[in-house]
């Protein structure tokens, strides 16, 4: 059992290039996160997806698109990144009955 | 709206020292609370949870217990080790908010050996 996986785990990019990170799970959660964690922040919400064909902005979602492409992968794209999305980027599912939510491993992205 | 407080840290205890971490909630409803834990780079992992009024969450040692009257969630350990050292969050997650949970801005805890 798996979990939550996220690819890359690490990335570089310079300004003005585009990525996807990608994000699967395994525990047939219906809801699926995508947060940022920046020194002194804490997590920010980015996007969320309740349910397999919905997603929703969050608290920062600026600069970002997300696709929820089944109900097991949501992915987060940077069109044109910029250093301020400098970040570590974690996705995680939600279960049913409490919304507990699961994480993955994150992905650390630095934009030049 | 919907918010959690958390102390701030970092905390800085001896090995076999007793750790709270408070936390207090805002919330309308019958939220359920969490204790999540990031370990130096590693994602979030659930620690404990509760979900209504006087329930007692336990896991690894820690506990912590729901008290509505005082919109509390402080978590507690009665020796910690070294192990321990990690960043720790306070949750909520209320049915009205669409499955999102609102986290606390997180308390960095060192423990000395």
């Known amino acids: 059992n798996a979990g939550v996986t996220q690819t890359p785990k690490f990335q570089v990019l310079k300004t003005g290039q585009s990525m996807t990170l990608q994000c699967a799970q395994d525990?047939?959660?219906?809801?699926m996160y995508w947060y940022r964690q920046d020194p002194g922040m804490g997590l920010r919400l980015i996007y969320y997806s309740a349910s397999e064909g919905t997603t929703d902005k969050g608290e920062v979602p600026n600069g970002y698109n997300v696709s929820r492409l089944n109900k097991r992968e949501f992915s987060l794209r940077l069109e044109s990144a910029a250093p301020s999305q400098t970040s570590v980027y974690f996705c995680a599912s939600g279960g049913l009955i409490v919304n507990e939510q699961f994480f993955g491993p994150g992905t650390r992205l630095t934009v030049l | 709206g919907n918010s959690v407080t958390q102390m701030e840290g970092p905390v800085t205890l001896s090995e076999e020292a007793f750790l709270t971490i408070n936390c207090t909630y805002t919330?309308?409803?019958?939220?359920?609370l969490f204790w999540y834990v990031q370990y130096p780079g590693e994602g979030l992992q659930l620690l404990l949870k509760a979900t209504k009024a006087d329930d007692k969450g336990s896991n690894k040692g820690f506990e912590a217990t729901y008290r509505k009257e005082t919109t509390s969630f402080h978590l507690e350990k009665g020796s910690v080790q070294v192990s321990d050292s990690a960043v720790y969050f306070c949750?909520?997650?209320?049915?009205?908010?669409?499955?999102?949970?609102?986290f606390g801005s997180g308390t960095r805890l060192s423990i000395r050996p």
């Open positions: 919330a309308t409803g019958y939220p359920s």
């Open positions: 949750a909520l997650s209320d049915r009205s908010s669409a499955s999102k949970i609102i």
């Open positions: 525990m047939n959660h219906n809801s």
